[in-house]
């Protein structure tokens, strides 16, 4: 299993360009999330996905689009980059909703620079 | 409104040091489940440990150690005897109850303490 990937691992864009992060999973979890981390904020939510089909907004939605057209693949878009969306966007996965909260399985991140 | 507050920014100690990181949380829900993540300078999160709000053993694993303290809403995380393996910056995270959220799992972050181990 290769877990939680995400594509690119660096990008830099200019301002006002637009760009799509690719989240991919292989291990059949029902629920995706994008998060943003940046210096002294800790990670926050931008998106989620509680299975195919489905979106909601997180804390800091805006400027952000997404999709889950495919159960193991979480996009997330930015129709116009602007500087403050550089940042480190990790995504991450849960098996299935259950009893418990599983943990959260992250992938390595994304390192976003907008100029 | 949930919240976590890491308030040491940044700590250093000398190797062989124990050390301890606090967290602190504010939830209304009475349900609801405590990790601790770590982010070593390579970038990656890995998950430490998940605890639930119902169970307020102390759990020890090898040099790592948690407190957790529903009466204070703390649940800190000592390393006995540090290494400088452990240098990293440390996340404490809560998520909503399954009853006011529908269990969608979402995690709320604290801000998190870089732990420097200074050989």
């Known amino acids: 299993n290769a877990g939680v990937t995400q594509t690119p691992k660096f990008r830099v864009l200019k301002t006002g360009q637009s760009m799509t992060l690719l989240c991919a999973q292989d291990m059949n979890h029902e629920y995706m999330y994008w998060y943003r981390q940046d210096p002294g904020m800790g990670l926050r939510l931008i998106h989620y996905s509680v299975g195919e089909g489905t979106t909601a907004k997180g804390e800091v939605p805006d400027g952000y689009n997404v999709s889950r057209l495919k159960k193991q693949n979480f996009l997330l878009g930015l129709e116009s980059a602007a500087p403050s969306q550089t940042s480190v966007y990790f995504c991450?996965?849960?098996?299935?909703?259950?009893?418990?909260?599983?943990?959260?399985?992250f992938g390595p991140g994304t390192r976003l620079t907008v100029t | 409104a949930q919240k976590v507050t890491q308030a040491q920014t940044e700590i250093s100690v000398v190797e062989k040091e124990d050390v301890t990181l606090d967290c602190v949380y504010e939830t209304r829900d009475t349900t609801y489940y405590l990790f601790w993540y770590k982010q070593p300078p390579s970038g990656e999160l890995v998950f430490l440990i998940r605890?639930?709000?119902?169970?307020?053993q102390n759990e020890i694993s090898g040099r790592y150690s948690w407190n957790f303290q529903k009466s204070t809403s703390s649940f800190n995380f000592t390393i006995t005897a540090s290494q400088v393996v452990d240098s990293a910056v440390y996340f404490c995270a809560l998520s909503e109850g399954l009853i006011s959220n529908f269990g969608n799992e979402k995690l709320t972050f604290g801000t998190g303490t870089r732990l420097t181990i200074i050989p």
């Open positions: 991450a996965s849960v098996p299935s909703r259950g009893t418990l909260p599983y943990e959260q399985y």
């Open positions: 605890r639930n709000s119902f169970d307020e």
